[in-house]
């Protein structure tokens, strides 16, 4: 294996060339604003950032495109990247000021920089929480800023300032853009001789102003970061598909960077070449229904149809007529389960799953009884789905383990009656009683169920009368997250953070709404919108009026009353009367 160096501009100008590709056994871009944020932080500060792996090849291999633009493949050889194309597309996007292709979009990486950075580090990453739930995200808006979400919706516009002007780089926000300070990380590298731009933007008119040169200097060390030398790793031509997939799965899997799905997408391509193609041309069909499910999931539901269980461990023993009939058949079975979550169950967006796991089973199901079920079955699956989902089926212990329970019961012959037994014994009770929901915050399984039961009763926008939904469209209807006690006035009255957020104050209403109400009073704004749309915008979410509740001092009767009137609303909707036992 050789030693080689190269520059990040040499890399950018490798991939923009085309002359640097990616094999087919990689898996797509996936960094959000924030990975690329920290990784440009790094940089600029010097820090290691690993090596890249490539592999110089005359064999003709099945390739994928970059989520940057590329020219068309040269006549010269060319090399495949095994390992740093995230880095290096992120490179490519923001230093180039080209845009990414993800998830059959296009979207910008806006960063800013920050002229009055402090010195030194202040700011310490956050570890990134892969399981977080995807309701969160629901509203996508095709970007991922910086800008307070609806769970800071309550923090003032000074707490937030405060925070950015201790960072060195942040994603791009129409405020920020705004001020003096924040330059456009983009458009530093594409105006390479230009310092006095961005020095005049910056509200500087003469070199004796104390800050020209310190800011001189910060720019010029940004610009550094294109002659960032990466060591790079090149595999030998010698060296066939099989052996460089090997390869390719064996520095991941020491490194930990990668998942197991993507590794076994790298042993599955050596074997099925093309089937990548096929892979991300299904999943897109499933974007395109309001699915939009990780790769990881179709190839998982593809190793459940064709050997009967989900781990990954049995991918390299599985022949290649193996991997197209559990592809085919895994296809069947999730049609069936996104058919039946959609038109059955109102669960239209992964958004509103506790685990995708559920449509895994749901589809191994379907496909066990060759898609005929009874009446009778069809409401008894109907149950075991909602329950399973509310209760966090796949969300509790080993998640792999508990789908291959399911997939062995349903292999089995096992029918909603064993599944439901399952669930009972793994939750104890299939009611929900009111002080479950004690202490939950919006990641708890049971908050996809409220939204459920709520969007069932009616449920409506508080200001524009909008039905509750993820799909609707612009930041003023998209769906939030509103505390009913805003957080600001419960920190002054000296609740704690898990109380804050505990879902019994949370209620599903549009951005506009949201914003309108800020951090007034319940007792204050409850009546006034009573008195202009009637109560039903609140007894369809169960949050009570009664004036006597809605003093910040009788937060915790409120937060019991409601948690009260919601297991009942949810004990109704999943069919479950309340468990003496």
Same mark, same amino acid.
């Not at 060339?17 to 600029?44: A, C, H, I, K, N």
């Not at 399952?422 to 929900?432: A, E, F, P």
């Given at each position: 294996?050789?030693?080689?160096? @190269? ?124 399981? @977080? ?89 940004l610009r550094g970061i294109s002659d960032y030398i990466y060591r790079m790793d090149v595999l030998e031509r010698s060296l066939s598909y099989d052996e460089v997939t090997e390869i390719f799965v064996r520095v991941n899997s020491l490194g930990a960077k990668l998942r197991s799905s993507d590794l076994a997408l790298a042993q599955i391509t050596a074997k099925w070449r093309g089937s990548l193609q096929i892979f991300q041309a299904y999943q897109a069909d499933c974007s395109k229904i309001g699915f939009e499910l990780d790769l990881g999931i179709h190839l998982k539901n593809l190793v459940a149809h064709a050997t009967g269980q989900s ?25 069936? @389960? ?106 708890? @399984? ?136």
């Amino acid at each position: 294996m050789a030693k080689a160096e @190269a520059t990040v501009e040499e890399l950018v100008s490798k991939i923009e060339r085309g002359e640097l590709r990616l094999p087919e056994m990689q898996r797509r871009y996936v960094w959000r604003s924030t990975r690329v944020r920290d990784l440009l932080d790094s940089l600029y500060r010097g820090y290691p950032s690993g090596a890249i792996l490539i592999w110089e090849t005359d064999d003709e291999v099945a390739e994928q495109p970059f989520a940057v633009d590329q020219q068309v493949k040269p006549a010269t050889k060319t090399q495949l990247l095994l390992d740093g194309q995230q880095r290096l597309t992120s490179l490519s996007a923001v230093i180039r000021g080209k845009p990414v292709r993800v998830n059959g979009r296009v979207r910008p990486i806006e960063l800013l920089f920050n002229l009055e950075h402090p010195d030194q580090l202040s700011v310490i990453s956050e570890v990134d929480d892969d399981t @977080a739930d995807a309701l969160e995200d629901s509203g996508d808006n095709g970007e991922d800023g910086e800008e307070a979400t609806e769970e800071e919706a309550d923090a003032s516009e000074d707490e937030l300032q405060k925070r950015f002007n201790r960072m060195t780089f942040v994603v791009a926000t129409r405020k920020l853009e705004q001020l003096p300070q924040w330059v456009n990380v983009s458009e530093v590298f594409q105006r390479k001789n230009d310092i006095t731009h961005f020095l005049k933007q910056a509200g500087i008119t003469s070199l004796d102003d104390p800050r020209a040169e310190r800011y001189t200097q910060r720019l010029n060390r940004l610009r550094g970061i294109s002659d960032y030398i990466y060591r790079m790793d090149v595999l030998e031509r010698s060296l066939s598909y099989d052996e460089v997939t090997e390869i390719f799965v064996r520095v991941n899997s020491l490194g930990a960077k990668l998942r197991s799905s993507d590794l076994a997408l790298a042993q599955i391509t050596a074997k099925w070449r093309g089937s990548l193609q096929i892979f991300q041309a299904y999943q897109a069909d499933c974007s395109k229904i309001g699915f939009e499910l990780d790769l990881g999931i179709h190839l998982k539901n593809l190793v459940a149809h064709a050997t009967g269980q989900s781990r990954f461990l049995t991918v390299a023993n599985l022949r290649l007529e193996q991997l197209q009939s559990g592809w085919d058949d895994g296809c069947r079975g999730i049609d069936f @389960a996104l058919n039946l979550l959609r038109s059955n169950v109102g669960i239209t967006s992964p958004a509103l799953l506790a685990s995708p796991f559920l449509v895994i089973s749901l589809g191994f199901y379907g496909a066990q009884r060759n898609y005929s079920l009874s009446s009778d079955e069809a409401v008894g699956l109907l149950r075991w789905v909602l329950l399973a989902n509310a209760k966090g089926r796949y969300s509790r212990g080993s998640s792999e383990t508990l789908l291959d329970q399911d997939l062995k019961t349903i292999r089995e012959g096992g029918t909603y009656i064993e599944l439901l037994e399952r669930l009972r014994t793994q939750v104890g009770r299939l009611d929900i009683a009111p002080e479950e929901l004690d202490g939950r915050s919006q990641r708890s @399984a049971l908050f996809k169920t409220m939204f459920l039961a709520f969007q069932q009763a009616g449920a409506r926008d508080w200001q524009t009368q909008l039905a509750i939904a993820l799909s609707h469209v612009g930041s003023a209807h998209q769906l939030q997250f509103h505390h009913i006690f805003p957080k600001a006035l419960l920190k002054k009255s000296g609740y704690s953070t898990r109380e804050i957020d505990d879902i019994a104050n949370l209620a599903f209403i549009g951005g506009r709404a949201n914003r309108r109400i800020s951090d007034k009073a319940p007792s204050s704004y409850i009546p006034e919108l009573i008195a202009s749309n009637g109560d039903q915008p609140f007894t369809s979410q169960c949050i009570p009026t009664d004036p006597a509740l809605l003093p910040t001092g009788c937060y915790r009767e409120f937060l019991a009353e409601r948690r009260r009137s919601i297991a009942e609303r949810l004990n109704a909707f999943l069919g479950s009367p309340r468990d003496s036992s």
